[in-house]
């Protein structure tokens, strides 16, 4: 799926604002796993006064080692699939709920830019993971247009929109 708009900060904040009132009404808390956006999900969310409510953590994992140890990504899904893949972010989301006890994760994998890209998965594939706890994980393709930056803003927009939409379901 493919974004238009690159969302601005006051549309990310807008964004992180509306999670984290559904998060405080539901008495819930959250954990973000993330690669291409280097804790910019994080950012956003603790941005807000009070996050400590209902914000667990965030874990910036990039390197194949990272998502391992921190994640509980199986090396044998890295190597078949890659890091950037259905199986993997699924592994990441999955991992992030099961070992921070929050009530719901994001997880975020992708070729933000401006190398890195193959035929395969050029720059702007961006694979989201959503799980609440005691639910399946949910994954969804995007491929985002633009910069290194829009890519990233792009993805940091779509996962919070993912979240505050499984929160209201």
């Known amino acids: 799926m493919a974004v238009a708009a690159v969302p601005s900060d006051e549309t990310l904040n807008g964004q992180a ?5 559904c998060l405080l009404a539901r008495g819930q808390t959250m954990v973000a796993a993330e690669s291409c956006t280097g804790g910019w999900i994080a950012k956003v969310l603790t941005d807000i ?3 400590s409510n209902w914000f667990e953590c965030g ?3 990039y390197s194949y080692e990272a998502k391992e140890s921190l994640l509980g990504v199986q090396p044998q ?8 893949s259905h199986e993997t972010v699924v592994e990441m989301v999955s991992g992030a709920l099961a070992r921070y006890g929050a009530s719901v994760a994001v997880a975020v994998t992708g070729v933000a830019g401006p190398s890195g890209g193959t035929p395969d998965k050029p720059v702007g594939t961006v694979w989201i993971g959503w799980k609440r706890r005691g639910g399946y994980a949910r994954a969804e393709l995007f491929h985002f247009d633009g910069d290194r930056e829009a890519v990233r803003r792009q993805t940091v927009g ?3 929109d993912g979240v505050r939409r499984i929160l209201t379901s």
């Open 158 to 160: 779509a996962a919070l």
């Open 77 to 84: 899904t890295l190597e078949r699939t890659g890091a950037v």
């Open 17 to 21: 604002q509306a999670v984290a009132e």
């Open 59 to 61: 874990v910036v994992a």
């Open 49 to 51: 006064p009070g996050s």
